[in-house]
């Protein structure tokens, strides 16, 4: 069976790439996407990867109205709300694997989780850091340090960042410390639910129900295995590896392997002491140390850029997909009964008048998008299933040995 | 005049942050930072909307909470702002 690898341009596909391609007994196949946006594309280290390996190379360029336009098939792949347009790309190049006679790929998925590189670790570090010497003025330049990739950031104000990223009493105490600011920007897509929906959740808290699922020894483990932990247990499985992963890869019969993931690598790497992961706030320190000759340097030096992709303008502007102004429409938001039309009647409204939001309205507009198109796809479904066998069951006789 | 001002900011804030009408009325003096109604990015959409809506140039030295963070301290503000131009 052949085996193709995606090449997203940073380390971790890299190096799963060259270390497959050494062992590979044909000239290795690889698959990229591609972004219009330079915010997003990393074209040239992946033709890096491609120069430097000499694999036979494909990719698929998705623009930002592809992700639109592909969103209500992610959705009803994914089964799911997802609060993020990424697994859509990913589901057009899947169908560039499969269109080129591939059914396998090999990807890097794992090594962030494993051997800590995502930025939240060090987000969180610097975080804790400065909740012990709150005075330090110096701490929102280090955070903006911290998102070099992110525009809108550089230009936010220190003093709502520090706020934003700072601490309240009592967090430094919480076992979910390192995802706090996360958890509570996602949060704000709560502020849309409807009426009926906020009285039957009630005081229901998902965070407390959190805490009560993590391991009993957890709170003594060291800060970064504690955020590893969150990452690894809830975020990988239940998104990373399906909505993202396995579910848009299998939308077109194409299976996803993870060499990041043996057992016997992640077993390995529980034992790696955390400073060798997070060499102060070099992440992946021990990886790319071992790595650093199967590379180009250009690629092993290279500081992380995460897989993003363009969210909520997806969705408004020119080129939009039709079926966007529909799902959102105050009828059938108030059909549907999850949010309130008035509330998603405004924040449509901001999206379509500022074209790029913020990571939370962002969130939020694709939560309810998604949420709306997976009630259509299976909720409705369902209703007019049971309606056609109440239907037949309230049916004269002939037709009553159907159910 | 000062209170056409803060009903506009009040109007702006319930569309782009509130977002729902349901929710309790915004006290005049309430923290938006605490409330969690304005973040880092919704401070410049705000600041955006002041410079727009009122014709004034807001100095990056004046983005603090001090100057921005309740309804009652925007209006106080842009108040300031716009007798200091008048004036000149």
Known sequence: MPIGAYLSGGLDSSVVTALTSRIARSRLRTFSVAFESDEFDETPFQQEMVRALGTEHAATTCTTYDIGRLFPAVVRHAERPILRTAPAPLFALSRLVRERGFKVVLTGEGADEVFAGYDIFKEAKIRRFAARSPSAAWRALLLRRLYPYLPSLQAQPQQYLATFFGSRPG????????????????????????????????????????????????????PLSQAQYLET????????????????????????????LDRRVVEFAGRIPPQLKLSVLREKHILKEATRDLLPPVIANRPKQPYRAPDAEAFFGPGAPDYVEEVLSPRAIADTGIFDPRAVTRLADKCRRLRSVSTRDGMALVGILSAQLWADAFLKLQTTQDATVARLRNAPEPLSHLT | MHGEIERDVRAFITD???????????????SLLEAGLIDSMGILELVAFLEGRFGLHVADSEIVPANMDSVRSIAGYVTGKLAVANAA
């Open chain 1, 171 to 222: 967090d430094l105490d919480d076992p979910l410390f390192s995802h706090l600011p996360r958890f509570r920007t996602t949060s704000h897509g709560k502020a849309f639910f409807s009426g009926d929906l906020r009285s039957e959740i009630g005081g229901y808290d998902a965070l407390a129900d959190l805490r009560d699922m993590l391991p009993e020894a957890f709170t003594r483990w060291h």
């Open chain 1, 233 to 260: 247990a809830h975020l990988l499985p239940g998104y990373i590896l399906s909505a993202q992963g396995d579910r848009v890869a299998m939308a077109h019969a194409v299976e996803g392997r993870f060499p990041f």
């Open chain 2, 16 to 30: 782009n942050f509130l977002f729902r009408d349901d929710r309790q009325a915004l006290a005049d003096d309430e």
